[in-house]
């Protein structure tokens, strides 16, 4: 197993509960470098939750989140130099241009004014709005924002990136874009831990899939092997949802 | 130390980055603090007496004399602005607000409140018709009303035609008063020397007998001799302070927009601590709100001739401590705080409630003691006494400290109480 195949992010027996509600109830899994782990379930499953610890802005009740080998534990923690989150809503300054955003967000992590300027330089060009640097956000489309948003996450140059369903609301072309940037992190080494409710989505990203429902993990695999897992699938070709739905039932959760 | 400067320097760039925003943050109180300043000075009136003087309606069923010298000496009171009217326009214009209080006299008043001077009859009764929303200015009325009607009987009894023959009168009849008889002897000498007073001081009576025993020597204690009080030190004052406070909803508003928005996700998920995260904010939320005070006060320095007729160094110590006041009021706001949009308003609500409380619109005199009293825990009234102290008081760093002191308590408390309330945890 070369460097890229390396287990990086390591969740064990997560457990929060808040007040009579279980949230999330023992879950683990790991990541390795270089992979997508897609995080599905339906509404209330406990993915955002799980992301939250994973990220540090919920502390878990039980349960440990370690990042090569090293626990994560406390808001100043240097281990979360090392993760980088994109959140689901587009968590920016309208008021600030892309550059005086990003550099907001690299303060945040202790980067030298030069790091910070070649990391502002590195993400705007990798999400395609180099040229739009000195524009104020409130002039950019969804798609731009969305894209701006996950160069957010990435100026630290985290090994292991959690990403809040990165595309909601955006067109085919923007999506498309995120899914290419998604796609060189990947090759770059960078662990992808991706919660989305568009079924293609995984199916064209993840490495591995965890389905969740009630605030357990119901399934850990590739998405082979969800499919050769399924009741008289003969021919291994069923699409994801259906597998979705399989696991996670039909009733309405909203 | 980056990320605490960074946070700051966010605020900063988002306010100056809006001009709209900031000649309206720094106009507003200006112009409404301006507003206030002229209507507590008299301008525009034509001068701070006649600003200052209440409408009273006279409604005169008597016509005696000494009703006619009530009214006489009432239309004399520089403070009071009469107008003479039957009952039914008097008690329509205080049903319709436009006049406090009317004074009814009603007939045969002169005659039976001489009696009851003289003799301990019966006293009449003067009616009051007065707008029950406005009671300061009949207590004050009252006041005044009590002053006139005693210089008027007695001169009359001294010196007038109705007087004279009130006079004999009760000589006539003082048998019948109730009275221990050395004590009704007594009496009977006062009168019939009263009697013999006014025979050898002719018809036309005594001037300068039985009137009010002084007069008022008026001086105003401002911060020394010949410097006069500035109503706008106290109108900038007042009105910074609520501006001060709308600023610091603005600041705990802001941060429940930016949790509603994840921003709040991002800054947590960073190795950044809680202290530089609500440090930050607060460091912002001083600097803006102490330059919006500065400004307004310049403001009345230039255009108004606001002085800082006392320390200094106390302005600048009792102005630092009202913006950190304000900063951390913004914090508690938000710790408790659920949504922006309702926060907005309940907050609201309770800066309205504090500065009113804290004398910054209305003078606290006219509120009950019990409330007086309770004031002392509103900080607002802590801030504007301090800024009154060492403006137009003109008093010494020493007043100054006080004041600073117990804003930075207040300051201690809101930050303790969010630091407890905040909601960290962002799922």
Known sequence: MGRLERTVLVISELQKAYGSIVAVNGVSFSLERGRLLGLLGPNGAGKSTTVSMIAGLVTPDHGTVTIDGVRLSGDTDPVKRRIGLVPQDLALYDELSARANLQLFGSLYGLSTRALAAAISRTLSLVGLADRMHDKVKTFSGGMKRRLNLAAGLLHDPDVLLLDEPTVGVDPQSRNAIFENLEQLKASGTALLYTTHYMEEAERLADRIVVMDHGRVLADDTLSGLRSRRAGAADGSASLESLFLELTGRSLRD | ?427
């Open chain 2, 1 to 427: 130390m980056g990320a605490f400067v960074a946070l700051v320097g966010k605020d900063l760039q988002i306010f100056f980055g809006d001009r709209r925003s900031v000649i309206l943050t720094l106009a507003v109180p200006i112009a409404i603090a301006s507003f206030f300043g002229a209507i507590f000075s008299g301008a525009g009136g034509g001068g701070a007496s006649e600003a200052a003087k209440i409408p009273v309606m006279v409604v005169d069923d008597d016509r005696s004399a000494i009703s006619k010298s009530i009214v006489a000496g009432m239309e004399k009171d520089s403070a009071l602005k009469i107008s003479t009217v039957p009952l039914d326009q008097a008690r329509a214009a205080v049903q319709s607000g436009t006049t406090a209080v009317a004074v009814v006299i009603p007939p045969g008043f002169g005659e039976a409140a001489g009696r009851a001077f003289l003799a301990a009859a019966q006293p009449p009764e003067i009616g009051l018709l007065f707008d029950p929303s406005r009671t300061a200015e009949v207590s004050m009325i009252r006041g005044m009303l009590t002053g006139h009607v005693m210089e008027a009987v007695g001169q009359e009894m001294f010196s007038g035609v109705q007087g004279r023959a009130l006079v004999d009168e009760a000589l006539a009849n003082i048998d019948a008063i109730n009275l221990p008889a050395d004590q009704r002897e007594t009496l009977r000498s006062l009168l019939q020397s009263v009697q013999r007073f006014n025979q050898t001081n002719g018809v036309t009576g005594t001037q300068g007998l039985m009137t009010v025993p002084y007069t008022v020597n008026e001086n105003a204690v401002t911060s020394r001799a010949n410097v006069a009080y500035n109503s706008y030190a106290h109108s900038f004052a007042g009105m910074g302070i609520q501006f001060l406070l709308f600023a610091g909803i603005d600041l705990g508003t802001g941060i429940l927009l930016e949790r509603e928005r994840g921003l709040w996700k991002r800054f947590r998920s960073a190795p950044v601590s809680r202290f530089a995260m609500l440090g930050a904010r607060a460091m912002s939320g001083t600097l803006l709100t102490l330059l919006t005070l500065l400004v307004s006060f310049g403001f009345a320095m230039v255009v108004f001739g606001v002085r800082i007729e006392g320390s200094i160094a106390g302005f600048a110590l009792v102005a630092l401590a009202c913006s950190i006041m304000a900063a951390t009021f913004g914090l508690l706001v938000s710790a408790l705080g659920r949504t922006a949009a309702a926060t907005r308003r309940v907050a609201g609500l309770a800066v309205l409630i504090m500065v009113m409380l804290g004398g910054a619109w209305v003078p606290s005199f006219i509120f009950p003691a019990w409330l007086q009293t309770v004031t002392v825990v509103i900080p607002a009234r802590w801030a504007v006494d301090g800024l009154d102290a060492m403006t137009w008081r003109g008093l010494g760093l020493q007043a100054a400290l006080l004041p600073t002191f117990v804003m930075l308590l207040f300051s201690l408390v809101f930050g303790a109480l969010t630091l407890w309330k905040f909601r960290w945890e962002e799922a």
